[in-house]
């Protein structure tokens, strides 16, 4: 599937968003509850390596930026940060950068002054893995801001198909999984009727699956998107927005 196509799976949304990440989070406001420790600890674990890529964005080495990020998260998770946040205008994406940026301004010469080593570790974050994948980054002059929202994006959507992987695995069918993802994302050259033969599949058969494929992956995509903000009205207007930060120089 095209990540331009629109996002179905709106069933009994809006019923299941009192348990996504961050609203449980927000709903926890000043209390420092062990439900909301943990959903703000799985967000921050999910969402670093945006937060890593901006900050070597900004110029600072490996290690500097290592450092910073978990610094930062240090920080935020120790001081509750997020009883800051405006319930107004929730997104974590948001939030989250709003706040690393106060961090560099404010803290960062504190922080690298630090003694490598001696730094308190609260994620386990992989960082040479970290800095092959920032290594691997396009060349192109793209700020930030906008590299931030990029690998955002992308992390989302790697989740998501994670997610649906997993799914097909549990279903002793990773082999169409596979199959589908190539063919929903044109990486299939094969016709329907080559495919379906190979899968011992019918032509029809195959179709269906490929539609229930689409489906299902708008539905666990849409489910990521509103662990990160604060209302389900909030989950169509973030799709579109990363959408369009994932097209940006490509």
């Known amino acids: 599937m095209s990540p331009s196509e629109p996002i179905s799976g709106r069933v009994n949304e809006a ?3 009192s348990t996504t990440h961050w609203s449980v989070v927000l709903a926890a406001g000043r209390d420092s509850s062990p439900s909301a420790r943990e959903a703000l600890q799985q967000l921050c674990l999910a969402y670093w390596y945006p937060l890593y ?24 998770l120790a001081r509750n940060s997020v ?3 405006d319930r107004e205008r929730g997104r974590f994406r948001t939030f989250l950068l709003s706040s690393l940026k106060h961090f560099l301004v404010d803290e960062w010469k504190r922080a690298t002054r630090e003694k490598r080593g001696g730094r308190e570790t609260v994620l386990s974050l992989d960082e040479l893995a970290a800095e092959t994948r920032y290594a691997s980054e396009p060349a192109h002059n793209e700020s930030p801001d906008a590299l931030f929202d990029k690998r955002w994006a992308a992390t989302l959507m790697e989740q998501t ?6 799914e097909f695995a549990g279903a002793s069918r990773p082999d169409l999984f596979e199959t589908l993802k190539m063919i929903v994302w044109g990486e299939q050259n094969k016709s329907y009727t080559e495919t379906a033969e190979l899968l011992g599949m019918t032509e029809g058969a195959l179709k269906v699956a490929v539609h229930r494929f689409r489906q299902r992956y708008g539905e666990l995509l849409r489910a990521e998107v509103a662990n990160t903000v604060a209302t389900p009205a909030e989950i169509d207007e973030e799709v579109r927005y990363l959408i369009s930060a994932l097209r940006l120089n490509e």
């Open 161 to 166: 198909m994670a997610k649906l992987a997993a």
């Open 83 to 85: 009883r800051l946040a």
């Open 53 to 76: 890529a901006y900050v070597r964005r900004q110029g600072h080495t490996p290690e500097d930026a290592q450092d910073l990020t978990q610094e930062f998260f240090t920080r935020f």
């Open 15 to 17: 019923a299941r968003f």
